[in-house]
């Protein structure tokens, strides 16, 4: 049998600890232990820098505590951003939402009692204010994700931890003379990659970091991949890989390397070495969170609008529809993707050129469905399918989780040979298949039951389908040349802000972080017009 067959066997805690070996590690000359090698790495990334970069400037915003405010899109970023406004002081802000509910690329389908996420569905230890929300509105909490399954090739057999995969993928390459020279290669690139990071940035509050100068830029220009082995940290690009790819951030040849360390910062590097496990679920999902933030902004939102186009001067926007009669109001916030609001809106000089750059040709397909055949276990409920990662494969299935075992911490030996508690007798089961090519029923629905039936027939329900355009992306030249502090130094010029994925990254952290950020650097109206002297300042 081989190794890495033998290491599959292994139980979880052990399969994780095989990621950050170090029997053979050395750091100043010293072995370590792998809990050691954990602890360092967490360590040097809370290690606290000066921020390095020009500091954000201010930046204007609305006028008064009486401005009339629209706010487009009720997703996370647009539900946070009338939430925000609301504990400042406003009170007259509006939120026009073009389908019929909330949450955006948030949906919690309720499914046989149990909670299926089809969008946002993982926390990371970097997701502070979310935590945060999720201290004060209680109605969804975290809970730890009990481990993960990764299958290499054959989604039948062969299954393993990333852990081992990582390793086994140095040592298969030619890239380590074994495992614990794998072990040791990744455990040393770590220490380079936060160590560039801590350089490069210093330690940074939220997501963007501060305006880096033009020799900053050039250090970390190219893609992700380019930028891993330019500064010596080229065996993370299987980690990277299984943190980036898989969630439908990008191939690492392709994506601009900024987007990986606004992703991957030093805190979720280290924390993935983390032998009690590093990725969090909410047990109830991700609606009732944003649910919960829109009750407590308490403003009124105009479902099913469908806007025909946006005129704004430097005191007014006015808004014209195509369903209903025109609004007016005195402050602009957007927050779709900028691509498609250019199209409606009255670009100005320096807009155009940034927002129609915008590449949204990616889309992610989530099917929520049922089996009453048992599936293909590991000795976790997340699973991860590498070859679609590797292969760049458009619309294969790269991650299915059940979502009973996954609600209920199931993992280990008695999980892989089904011994574990079931839900009636069927499995619940949401699939990710993910492509940057225009969605394509039929190929989904063809991959989507390749992957079903490849390890021999099975019944299947589908339940709920949902497709979503995902992870927009600036061109790596834009990047280089600084386009995310550009837009910043557009927020409030045109009487406009702009949040969401489109203007930093696409995860409810970024885009609740960037949300703080115009905060942070927007002084707030001293005098209501009619309501006297407000004295209000912002606390979050």
């Not at 606290?48 to 008064?64: D, H």
């Not at 949450?103 to 502070?128: E, F, N, P, V």
């Not at 090519?437 to 390749?450: A, D, G, H």
Request: with cysteine; net charge positive; aromatic share 12%.
């Amino acid at each position: 049998m081989s190794l890495l067959r033998k290491l599959s066997r292994m139980t979880t805690t052990m399969l994780i600890s095989i990621f950050l070996i170090v029997l053979h590690c050395f750091n100043f000359g010293l072995s370590l232990t792998p809990l050691e090698a954990f602890q360092t790495l967490k360590k040097l990334a809370g290690q606290p820098v000066p921020a390095k970069g020009t500091p954000f400037s201010q930046i204007p915003g609305p006028r008064s505590f009486d401005d009339r405010i629209c706010i487009v899109g009720a997703g996370p970023s647009g539900v946070h951003m009338a939430y925000l406004l609301k504990e400042a002081g406003f009170h007259d802000v509006v939120i026009l939402e073009k389908n019929g509910r909330i949450g955006g690329k948030s949906l919690t389908i309720k499914h046989r009692g149990l909670s299926a996420d089809l969008g946002t569905y993982c926390l990371t230890i970097d997701y502070i204010r979310i935590f945060k929300l999720l201290k004060k509105f209680k109605s969804t909490q975290p809970k730890k994700i009990s481990g993960t399954t990764l299958w290499d090739e054959s989604r039948c057999f062969n299954a393993t931890s990333t852990a081992v995969w990582v390793v086994g993928e140095l040592v298969r390459n030619g890239e380590a003379t074994s495992v614990a020279d794998a072990s040791a290669k990744i455990f040393q690139a770590s220490i380079r990659y936060i160590k560039k990071y801590k350089e490069l940035f210093g330690s940074v509050e939220g997501e963007l970091m501060l305006k880096p100068s033009k020799e900053v830029l050039h250090q970390m220009r190219g893609t992700l991949l380019e930028y891993l082995q330019r500064i010596g940290a080229e065996p993370l690009k299987y980690f990277f890989t299984l943190y980036q790819t898989s969630n439908g951030y990008g191939n690492l040849d392709e994506v601009p390397a900024l987007y990986g360390l606004l992703w991957l910062t030093p805190a979720v590097l280290a924390d993935g070495q983390n032998p009690a496990g590093a990725i969090d679920q909410l047990d109830n999902g991700w609606m009732p969170l944003w649910e919960d933030i829109a009750r407590a902004a308490d403003f009124p939102i105009y479902y099913h609008t469908h806007i025909r186009r946006i005129y704004r001067s430097s005191r007014r926007t006015k808004v014209f529809f195509w369903n209903q009669r025109p609004m007016v109001f005195d402050f602009l916030i957007l927050s779709p993707s900028m691509k498609e609001m250019i199209k409606v809106l009255d670009t100005r000089k320096q807009e155009h050129p940034i927002f129609s750059s915008l590449n949204d040709d990616g889309h992610y397909t989530a099917t929520l469905y049922d089996v009453t055949k048992q599936s293909p276990r590991g000795l976790a409920p997340y699973n991860i399918y590498a070859e679609p990662l590797q292969n760049k494969s458009n619309y294969d299935v790269s991650i299915d989780m059940d979502i009973f075992g996954l609600r209920n911490q199931q993992h280990g030996a008695e999980f892989a040979a089904g011994q574990t508690p079931t839900n009636g007798g069927v499995e619940t089961h949401v699939c990710w298949q993910y492509g940057r090519i225009p969605p394509n029923r039929s190929i989904i629905n063809r991959r989507f039951y390749q992957h079903i039936n490849a390890c021999g027939p099975r019944r299947v329900r589908r339940i709920v389908r949902k497709t979503w355009q995902y992870f927009p992306t600036y061109p790596v030249s834009k990047i280089d040349n600084g386009v995310l502090w550009d837009i910043y130094d557009m927020q409030g010029r045109y009487n406009t802000w702009y949040i969401g994925s489109s203007v930093i990254f696409e995860s409810a952290k970024s885009v609740v972080e960037y949300n703080h950020l115009l905060f942070r650097n927007y002084v707030l109206p001293k005098r209501s017009r009619n309501r006297g002297y407000f004295n209000h300042r912002y606390r979050y």
